[in-house]
């Protein structure tokens, strides 16, 4: 690609060059995590800080990145790509479960992901907002990602007849872009609530979306 630099080939230290090109990237990502999540965040933080915090150059930064909005732009695709990974492990668990037992566990998979550790939730929710139309993009592609799965769910819920038949994407859109305005809103302080209630509340929105009620669970034995 015309101006990026290329990095040094043959092995050193008894790496290869894309071992080490892969220890360079790991730097940068774990350092600009940390300014963008838990320092002063995106818009106060400089090439030069990241490269100070990953201990590394910045034409070694340049070899990886054109500039900080594609670092910031990787980090928010890794913090999705965690929460994915753990929904996705959590479906086989769930499929013999009722509805409410099944989106619980489900959307408490996702939740998990995204705020066990606060740097992530920062980057996904806050940081990436308003930054330009590319990063904008790339969110909406994530967010329609999510939107798919809901209505893949739900698909597969009107099919066990647990709850009624008819296009859930609006309610999937609707339901995203709840997930996203109240996750930003607390991270950034201006809701009192805990992690918990936050959660809680989402899903509580959700059931009640999908008309999903206690009485459609499974009697127990």
């Not at 015309?2 to 008894?14: L, N, S, V, W």
């Not at 990237?25 to 940390?34: H, I, V």
């Not at 066990?116 to 904008?136: W, Y």
């Not at 597969?156 to 309610?171: F, L």
């Amino acid at each position: 690609m015309a101006g990026r630099i290329t990095p040094a080939a043959g092995r050193y230290a008894g790496r290869s060059a894309a071992e080490r090109q892969a220890e360079r990237r790991r730097r940068f990502l774990e350092a600009g995590l940390e300014l963008f999540g838990a320092g002063p965040g995106y818009r106060a933080t400089k090439v030069t800080d990241v490269c100070r915090a990953a201990g590394l150059s910045t034409r070694q930064f340049y070899e990886e990145f054109h500039d900080l909005e594609d670092l910031l732009g990787e980090l928010y695709l890794h913090v999705n790509d965690v929460a994915e990974r753990s929904v996705q492990a959590a479906l086989p668990q769930v499929e013999h479960l009722g509805p409410i037992d099944r989106y619980t566990r489900l959307f408490r998979a996702y939740a998990t992901a995204v705020t066990a550790d606060p740097r992530h939730t920062r980057i996904a929710f806050v940081e990436v907002i308003g930054v330009s139309p590319r990063l904008d993009r790339r969110r909406l592609e994530r967010r329609a990602r999510w939107v798919d799965f809901l209505c893949r769910q739900a698909e597969a819920a009107i099919a066990r007849g647990e709850i009624p038949a008819r296009d859930y994407r609006v309610t999937a859109t609707a339901f995203v872009g709840a997930v996203n305005g109240l996750m930003h809103d607390w991270a950034v302080g201006w809701v009192d609530a805990t992690c918990e209630q936050v959660i809680d509340e989402l899903l509580q929105m959700l059931l009640s979306r999908l008309h999903i009620t206690a009485a459609q669970e499974p009697e127990g034995p």
